[in-house]
């Protein structure tokens, strides 16, 4: 129930620029007719435009809907009909507006959009040598650029943090057992003062390219027990310098962005696992934290779908 002057006038505004797009459709969208459609072509109408009832930001978008989705129930009690879940149901749909209330207490994490992953994947993948016209990749990257794009392969293909990358040992990658000869399938990640020791599974993808790496740090005898050395004798990768290599990756291959850094590769490899149904427990044990910390994730992911 409305108690201030300023919340009734608010909602006011807001219903009389949703009605008034209902009524300028062709037919005339009704409280019978609407349907999930609707809401998001008038959603869609809407973006770009700064307007007095501010429907298009996450917060007001879920006040509107709420609001329309009041209305809907209180027509159906008027004339004993089901009420319509059409503006439930686009709630549900839009994670950023379902969870505009909790934004900034919990906020949601930058990931890679699908096509991103796709783009960044492909790109990645061109460090190894392949049959046909890319056979000539290895001579034509420094082993340092061939690292690079194999420790940021392994933040998107492992969910690995920076320092993870840079603590990595020759004894993290397990081959044996896998169903690829020589192939890594999982990692060992040495822990730290902020997680545990743990193990974690290698994307197929992502274990190609350390295969490659691993035969390209031993031709090149590259000494020292790191997996992913600043120099050929073995010095340890240092956070300045393994920070921009990644960003340099990440400009190259067309994701670069301000937001959320190499995180986001970290990000993409926990929601990808969640979207393909791997139980939140497992993923956390994968990543090297709390279960309770996965509910930033389910924000995102509120269900399993499917993901090529």
Not at 34 to 41: F, K
Request: hydrophobic residues 40%; charged residues 25%.
């Amino acid at each position: 129930m409305l108690r201030r002057d300023g919340s009734i006038s608010v909602y006011q505004d807001m219903w009389a620029a949703f009605s008034a797009w209902c009524l300028a459709q062709s037919p005339v969208v009704t409280l019978s007719s609407l349907g999930l459609a609707d809401l998001h072509a008038f959603q869609a109408a809407r973006f770009g435009r700064k307007t007095s009832d501010l429907s298009l930001t996450p917060r007001y978008a879920l006040r509107l809907m709420r609001l329309i989705d009041r209305v809907l129930r209180h027509h159906a009690a008027q004339i004993d009909a089901a009420p319509n879940p059409s503006a439930a149901d686009w709630i549900a749909s839009n994670p950023m507006v379902r969870y505009a209330d909790s934004a900034q207490a919990d906020p949601l994490p930058e990931y890679l959009s699908t096509a991103e992953a796709r783009q960044l994947i492909a790109f990645l993948s061109e460090a190894r040598p392949r049959p046909g016209s890319r056979r000539d990749a290895r001579a034509a990257l420094t082993w340092q650029e061939v690292r690079n794009r194999v420790s940021v392969a392994l933040q998107l293909g492992v969910g690995l943090t920076p320092g993870d990358v840079r603590a990595l040992t020759l004894d993290s990658p397990v081959s044996q057992g896998g169903r690829v000869r020589e192939r890594p399938w999982k990692l060992h990640v040495p822990g730290d003062g902020n997680s545990p020791a743990r193990e974690a599974p290698v994307a197929p993808w992502a274990a190609e390219l350390l295969r490659h790496w691993l035969v390209v740090r031993s031709e090149l005898a590259i000494a020292g027990a790191f997996l992913f050395p600043s120099t050929r004798t073995g010095k340890q990768w240092q956070k300045p310098s393994q920070y921009e290599c990644a960003r340099r990756v990440l400009e190259e291959a067309g994701v670069d962005s301000q937001e959320g850094g190499s995180f986001r590769l970290r990000h993409t490899f926990a929601i990808r696992q969640l979207r393909r149904g791997s139980p939140p427990e497992q993923v956390a044990r994968w990543l090297g934290i709390e279960a309770v910390k996965m509910k930033r994730y389910e924000h995102v992911v509120p269900r399993p779908v499917e993901v090529v």
